[in-house]
């Protein structure tokens, strides 16, 4: 069943080719197709084009879809195109000429709209709270550990000391980043295109405002153009967001990768976190860190994806946008994943004390060294030039302890005030 279908039979060659992986796909859509058919149909009853019974009717059997979705019972057969013809059809069967018309001053574009930002707001929120409580680990980690120093680098080189207690809260602060682009993407995300129908609204006498209110969108999204206009640019604002996490999380398994290997061995996983090699019985491997990144990785590339697909497309609507669904449902999923086990790894992390105890770190503090000298009241570049002897003639001596005193330095992390902007940003 088609909802476009004319008895015109259309060649199965090109039928696999169009519908493609839909089904599959649009079953993550299906609980949100019902709330966006039940807020039609009140609507529909609300301006005379229902009748009351016809309205309850509907509204419950919708109800009862929502329940099978939910219980695992609904499936998307063959027979169907997609998740909107399946849903009407159990309505018609079940309701007779009440099922036949809730497809009533609507089109399967302002349904999918719906469809996917109900989805994405959603998803939004749960990423949310993923990333909150990934943040909430992190500022433990920091606080326990904010005292055990740590070498910091650039360019791969030892520079200046860090602390585990920088490190954690320096992932914790750049999530609360992170949760601003969410945030962004949610108020993008949040504005109802339902009504909009084919993409230039309809000539029924609809309510849109009482849609709005019923699906709990923030607002409308007035213009029915702009409404069509938002397939792909809602996907891609979620996308940037998404990847915007997926950074953060690939750059911090990168260093957890760096710091358990023999040569930097700044931290310890425990067994049950890694795997072995099959030739190798050394081998403890942080294959979860690993994939972390490779996903994460992969999901950065998501929003260049959906800019390919839809950067050349005139307004109105137009079959490639049916392409987004592949990369980005299966994204979401992987980012839950890696928020997931990120959160459960990483409570398990063991930092190693003493690290600087190590004579290859005595570099580390030649700028506290100079930035003493500079206090003691010799100019900076003097200062410089000193500690550069020294270093030169093998007489640096190390003080393997900081001093610093400003707002997020090693010494006044600020974790406190960290924790009052994720507050503010949450």
């Known amino acids: 069943m088609k909802l476009w279908e004319k ?33 039609h149909a009140k609507m529909l009853g609300q301006i005379g084009l229902l009748t009351d019974s016809e309205t309850v009717s509907l509204v419950l059997a919708l109800e009862e879809i929502i329940k099978d979705v939910e219980n695992g019972k609904f499936e998307i057969e063959d027979s169907f195109e997609d998740v909107h013809s399946k849903i009407e059809y159990l309505l018609t069967v079940k309701l007779g000429d009440a099922g036949k018309k809730i497809h009533t001053a609507r089109s399967r574009n302002d349904q999918v709209l719906v469809d996917v930002n109900l989805y994405l707001k959603d998803v939004v929120q749960e990423l949310k709270e993923q990333v909150k409580s990934l943040f909430d680990l992190l500022m433990e980690s920091a606080d326990k550990h904010q005292n055990v120093l740590l070498p910091g680098y650039t360019h791969l080189q030892i520079a200046m000391p860090s602390s585990f207690g920088m490190w954690f809260s320096a992932y914790a602060e750049t999530l609360i980043d992170d949760i601003t682009m969410l945030n962004a993407a949610l108020k993008i995300v949040d504005q109802n295109p339902l009504g909009s129908a084919a993409g230039y609204g309809s000539s029924f006498p609809i309510n849109r405002t009482f849609t709005t209110q019923e699906l709990g969108f923030e607002t409308l999204k007035f213009n029915s153009v702009a409404a069509q206009m938002s397939r792909g640019k809602s996907e891609k604002t979620v996308a940037f967001a998404m990847s915007s996490v997926a950074a953060t999380l690939a750059k911090f398994s990168m260093d957890v990768c760096l710091y358990m290997s023999q040569n930097f061995d700044f931290i310890t996983l425990p067994s049950h976190l890694t795997t072995g090699s099959s030739i190798m019985p050394h081998k403890k491997n942080p294959d979860v ?51 997931d086990i990120a959160i459960f790894a990483i409570k398990d992390i063991k930092v190693k004390d003493n690290i600087l105890a190590d004579q290859k770190y005595n570099y580390l503090f030649t700028v506290d060294t100079l930035n003493e000298m500079v206090v003691a009241g010799m100019p900076f570049r003097d200062a410089y030039k000193a500690v550069a002897e020294q270093l030169e003639n093998g007489t640096f001596q190390s003080p393997k302890e900081t001093k610093h005193t400003h707002e997020g330095s090693i010494n006044n992390l600020c974790l406190e005030e960290i924790k009052e902007k994720m507050k503010d940003s949450y």
Request: aromatic share 8%; with cysteine.
């Open 289 to 339: 860190f690993e994939l972390i990144r490779g996903k994460c990785n992969k999901i950065q590339a998501l929003p260049y994806e959906i800019t390919l697909i839809t950067n050349n497309l005139p307004s109105g609507y137009h079959r490639d946008l049916q392409l987004l669904k592949e990369g980005l449902f299966p994204a979401i999923q992987n980012l839950k994943a890696c928020l």
């Open 7 to 39: 008895g015109i039979p259309t060649d199965k060659q090109i039928e696999h080719f169009t519908v493609g992986n839909d089904r599959e796909l649009d079953l993550v859509l299906a609980k949100y197709d019902a709330l966006g058919s039940i807020a």
